[in-house]
């Protein structure tokens, strides 16, 4: 079956460090890839996402590579700022029938000053 | 003005009673979903339709009945409520049913006592 794990949260960093949030996948046929962020008492909003291998997803300065060859999208920031807290959910569609997103179980990030 | 809204945003209610949660999208889109958002904050469409069509239908309790009236409106009634029903409830929406952006509503914070 199609399965996103993320890893567990929080992830806690200063201001300013990097940030990584890995995700691996398992999928039937070719899936597109998408990472997205739920802030404080909102709903989900789409970060970035790649449909195909080698395609890098970029937005806010937030970075994911499909990597076929690992079956992983891991996201990525050289600096993040107090305003990137949030959950961050890895999901893939898998581009057969009637789409439809799996989602992983989310990591929450929390970013002190 | 707001993409996909969703009414009411809380909801507490008593455990056997029946309760409805309305969605609409002002995007034009023509597919919409719902979601279900555990307390582990573990994301799981339920259901979608298509031109008011329903076209994905996940194992979900019959007590959980979609209806779309319009191509814009996707409402959810839930009957005979249990406890195990207390989570968040998102509604999203998308252009098409393959390969498009789902655009996700606030939620609904459901809580059953």
């Known amino acids: 079956g199609n399965s996103v794990t993320q890893m567990e949260g929080p992830v806690t960093l200063s201001e300013e460090a990097f940030l990584t949030i890995n995700c691996t996948y398992t999928a039937t046929g070719y899936p597109s890839l998408f990472w997205y962020v739920q802030y404080p008492g909102e709903g989900l909003q789409l970060l970035l996402k790649?449909?195909?291998?080698?395609d890098k997803g970029s937005n806010k300065g937030f970075e994911a590579t499909y990597r076929k060859e690992t079956t992983s999208f891991h996201l990525e920031k050289g600096s993040v700022q107090v305003s990137d807290s949030a959950v961050y959910f890895c999901a893939l569609m898998v581009n057969t029938g009637f789409q439809k997103l799996v989602f992983g179980t989310g990591t929450r990030l929390l970013v002190s000053p | 003005d707001t993409a996909v809204s969703q009414t009411p945003k809380y909801l507490v209610t008593q455990m056997g009673n029946d309760k409805s949660i309305k969605c609409e999208q002002n995007?034009?889109?023509?597919?919409m979903y719902w979601y279900k958002q555990d307390s582990k904050k573990f994301l799981k469409i339920m259901f979608s339709y298509n031109n008011k069509e329903l076209i994905i239908n996940e194992t979900v309790p019959n007590r959980f009945s979609p209806k779309s009236p319009d191509k814009a409106h996707l409402n959810l009634h839930i009957n005979s409520l249990e406890l195990g029903d207390s989570a968040v409830y998102f509604c999203?929406?998308?252009?098409?049913?393959?390969?498009?952006?789902?655009?996700f509503g606030p939620g609904t914070r459901l809580t059953v006592t």
């Open positions: 790649a449909t195909k291998a080698d």
């Open positions: 999203a929406s998308s252009q098409g049913t393959t390969g498009y952006e789902q655009y």
């Open positions: 995007l034009g889109h023509d597919t």
